[in-house]
């Protein structure tokens, strides 16, 4: 409960911040979440940090919908074990179309929360968005667009 009542005061406090509701866009704002405890930046550039589960997507504004390319996405995941780790970071860039690919295995078990890849996505002129994505049972693939919201009302 504790949980809910903080990830929806950031939901609250990243609209106000924005200057308006989510129904100001012509595309919906992908939700924050928590970004945990096992964030640490600069992780090394690649796009694949292993095989068995390929998450993609596009990279988009909530002002317009448009592509943001060169979007900077860092990921983070429990490894196969459940433990989080170097090996299981990685940096990737959305491509001149917004487009983004990241393979990896299924994030193995960790407490009781459901299999889950963590993404904090930075572009210029946009708020950072930090988000999670949860994978559903038995899925190989996964299409998760990264939408935006401009950092600024002139952007909009």
């Given at each position: 409960?504790?949980?809910?009542?903080a990830m929806?005061?950031?939901?609250?406090t990243?609209?106000?911040?924005?200057?308006g509701?989510a129904?100001?866009?012509?595309?919906?704002?992908t939700?924050?979440?928590?970004?945990?405890?096992?964030?640490?930046p600069?992780?090394?550039v690649r796009?694949?940090?292993g095989?068995?589960?390929?998450?993609?997507?596009?990279?988009k504004?909530?002002a317009?919908?448009?592509?943001?390319?060169?979007?900077r996405?860092e990921?983070?995941?429990?490894g196969?074990?459940g433990?989080?780790?170097?090996?299981?970071?990685?940096?990737?860039?959305?491509?001149p179309?917004?487009?983004?690919?990241?393979?990896?295995?299924v994030?193995?078990?960790?407490?009781?929360?459901p299999p889950h890849i963590?993404?904090?996505?930075n572009?210029?002129?946009f708020?950072?968005?930090?988000t999670?994505?949860?994978?559903?049972?038995?899925?190989?693939?996964?299409?998760?667009?990264?939408?935006?919201?401009?950092?600024?009302r002139?952007d909009?």
């Open positions: 409960m504790k949980n809910l009542l929806m005061a950031l939901l609250a990243t609209l106000l911040s924005a200057g509701s129904g100001a866009y012509r595309c919906t704002p939700p924050p979440d928590a970004d945990g405890p096992f964030y640490r600069d992780a090394p796009s694949r940090i095989s068995g589960y390929l998450l993609m997507g596009e990279v504004s909530a317009d919908c448009r592509p943001v390319g060169g979007a996405i990921i983070w995941m429990a196969p074990d433990l989080y780790g170097d090996p299981w970071r990685a940096t990737t860039f959305a491509r179309d917004g487009r983004y690919h990241f393979a990896s295995h994030p193995g078990p960790y407490g009781s929360r963590h993404l904090i996505v572009a210029p002129g708020q950072e968005l930090i999670q994505h949860y994978l559903q049972p038995g899925a190989g693939e996964a299409v998760f667009d990264l939408v935006l919201i401009p950092s600024s002139k909009r």
